[in-house]
């Protein structure tokens, strides 16, 4: 008996690629990982990464080789030439999280690279600037991927995670609107606020005070998520607050002697990268989220899926803010390196208790509308879409 006999869709296999597979990584691999537990039990799926931190019952990881990890650019080249060597045939779908030129289904977590470089230039300066390009091996090789990547060749789906990156994607590419999509990140479930007993047993499992404000921050780029205001920003709040770090261990030294610099040495906790962050959403009193570029943030909606009451960059920096609205279910900064700003955000937490509880039954309500079971059908659905049109051809 056939799929087709019993009306049930068709087991597909899927390669996904993603050089770094792991749960301590960054918000695109949490992404790329989310999508696969959803579906893993549904369809057959392989993973090419070359550094796998997960596992995960009917997954087949490969380990793909990493002969350079510098300069990245080249291991990138490697990476996507392994990749694409492994996959050309045998796969139903091929998913890349990765700048490769191959891929049906290609997902956009940060800003094209030909936006970075050439956005808002004209004239002399456009000019100088391909100078540069047409002289950096690294610019040309990650144009080069990307300018592929994005080529209207069909059967293609290019997924993009918040509506705040078409603009960018279509300024770069305007050649490949009609594949572009949007799926944005989820939660695998809406956890609620921790009880007084769950917060204190996770701020004594991080080795952080049991007594005061916890502001939790979580980013690898500290700089570019905003630590850096944020340790500006806790100076001039009670003594009473303190700042949990979590990400990359990487950037904890130049940040550490940031806060011991500025007297908050005793204030500023840095916990590495954890296994997981759940631990650090429940022990938290609110997320700070001053990010100068996010195309979502899913360490938001992670928060608001806790009950956390959430301060965030505006939709020009932060793309989950365009689903977001001041003072109903998040707390929106116009400016994210205005410390004064984001103070005065934090005292408004600290201080008006019935914002807290408005903000954190406003967040859960929202966190519930952005669930992975859901958000993974639609991905499941683009694959159909494809699969059906080769089919037909």
Same mark, same amino acid.
């Given at each position: 008996?056939?799929?087709?006999?019993?009306?049930?869709?068709?087991?597909?296999?899927?390669?996904?690629?993603?050089?770094?597979?792991?749960?301590?990584?960054?918000?695109?691999?949490?992404?790329?990982?989310?999508?696969?537990? *959803?579906?893993?039990?549904?369809?057959?799926?392989?993973?090419?990464?070359?550094?796998?931190?997960?596992?995960?019952?009917?997954?087949?990881?490969?380990?793909?080789?990493?002969?350079?990890?510098?300069?990245?650019?080249?291991?990138?080249?490697?990476?996507?030439?392994?990749?694409?060597?492994?996959?050309?045939?045998?796969?139903?779908?091929?998913?890349?999280?990765?700048?490769?030129?191959?891929?049906?289904?290609?997902?956009?977590?940060?800003?094209?690279?030909?936006?970075?470089?050439?956005?808002?230039?004209?004239?002399?300066?456009?000019?100088?600037?391909?100078?540069?390009?047409?002289?950096?091996?690294?610019?040309?090789?990650?144009?080069?991927?990307?300018?592929?990547?994005?080529?209207?060749?069909?059967?293609?789906?290019?997924?993009?995670?918040?509506?705040?990156?078409?603009?960018?994607?279509?300024?770069?590419?305007?050649?490949?609107?009609?594949?572009?999509?949007?799926?944005?990140?989820?939660?695998?479930?809406?956890?609620?606020?921790?009880?007084?007993?769950?917060?204190?047993?996770?701020?004594?499992?991080?080795?952080?005070?049991?007594?005061?404000? !916890?502001?939790?921050?979580?980013?690898?780029?500290?700089?570019?998520?905003?630590?850096?205001?944020?340790?500006?920003?806790?100076?001039?709040?009670? &003594?009473?607050?303190?700042?949990?770090?979590?990400?990359?261990?990487? *950037?904890?030294?130049?940040?550490?002697?940031?806060?011991?610099?500025?007297?908050?040495?005793?204030?500023?906790?840095?916990?590495?990268?954890?296994?997981?962050?759940?631990?650090?959403? *429940?022990?938290?009193?609110?997320?700070?989220?001053?990010?100068?570029?996010?195309?979502?943030?899913?360490?938001?909606?992670?928060?608001?899926?806790?009950?956390?009451?959430?301060?965030?960059?505006?939709?020009?920096? !932060?793309?989950?803010?365009?689903?977001?609205?001041?003072?109903?279910?998040?707390?929106?900064?116009?400016?994210?390196?205005?410390?004064?700003?984001?103070?005065?955000?934090? &005292?408004?937490?600290?201080?008006?208790?019935?914002?807290?509880?408005?903000?954190?039954?406003?967040?859960?309500?929202?966190?519930?509308?952005?669930?992975?079971?859901?958000?993974?059908?639609?991905? &499941?659905?683009?694959?159909?879409?494809?699969?059906?049109?080769?089919?037909?051809?």
């Amino acid at each position: 008996m056939t799929a087709a006999d019993t009306d049930e869709p068709r087991r597909l296999r899927i390669a996904v690629l993603n050089r770094q597979f792991s749960v301590t990584g960054g918000g695109a691999e949490r992404y790329s990982i989310a999508l696969v537990e *959803q579906l893993a039990a549904r369809h057959e799926i392989h993973i090419f990464a070359q550094h796998i931190s997960h596992a995960w019952p009917g997954v087949t990881y490969h380990k793909v080789s990493q002969a350079l990890t510098r300069p990245r650019w080249l291991n990138q080249l490697w990476y996507a030439t392994a990749t694409w060597w492994v996959t050309r045939t045998g796969f139903d779908v091929v998913h890349s999280h990765e700048n490769t030129w191959h891929g049906q289904v290609q997902t956009v977590h940060v800003l094209p690279v030909k936006y970075n470089l050439l956005h808002s230039l004209s004239g002399w300066r456009r000019a100088l600037r391909w100078l540069r390009i047409a002289s950096s091996p690294r610019l040309l090789v990650y144009l080069a991927l990307e300018r592929s990547r994005f080529s209207w060749r069909g059967p293609r789906a290019i997924v993009v995670t918040s509506n705040t990156l078409l603009p960018q994607m279509l300024e770069a590419y305007p050649a490949c609107a009609s594949a572009i999509q949007v799926v944005t990140p989820g939660v695998d479930q809406v956890r609620g606020v921790a009880t007084t007993l769950e917060k204190v047993e996770a701020r004594r499992k991080l080795g952080l005070p049991e007594i005061g404000f !916890c502001i939790l921050f979580v980013g690898n780029d500290y700089r570019k998520k905003g630590l850096a205001t944020l340790i500006q920003a806790l100076k001039q709040l009670p &003594e009473q607050c303190y700042v949990a770090v979590v990400g990359n261990p990487a *950037q904890i030294p130049k940040f550490k002697t940031q806060a011991k610099a500025t007297g908050l040495d005793q204030r500023v906790f840095f916990l590495g990268s954890l296994p997981d962050v759940s631990s650090a959403y *429940q022990a938290a009193d609110c997320l700070a989220h001053p990010t100068q570029e996010d195309t979502f943030a899913m360490v938001v909606l992670e928060a608001m899926a806790h009950g956390l009451p959430v301060v965030v960059s505006s939709q020009r920096y !932060c793309g989950i803010a365009g689903l977001l609205t001041h003072e109903i279910n998040a707390l929106l900064l116009d400016d994210p390196l205005d410390a004064l700003a984001l103070t005065t955000a934090l &005292e408004r937490l600290v201080q008006e208790g019935a914002l807290v509880d408005r903000l954190s039954s406003a967040a859960l309500d929202f966190a519930q509308q952005h669930q992975w079971a859901t958000l993974a059908l639609q991905q &499941e659905s683009i694959y159909r879409a494809l699969t059906h049109r080769v089919e037909a051809a």
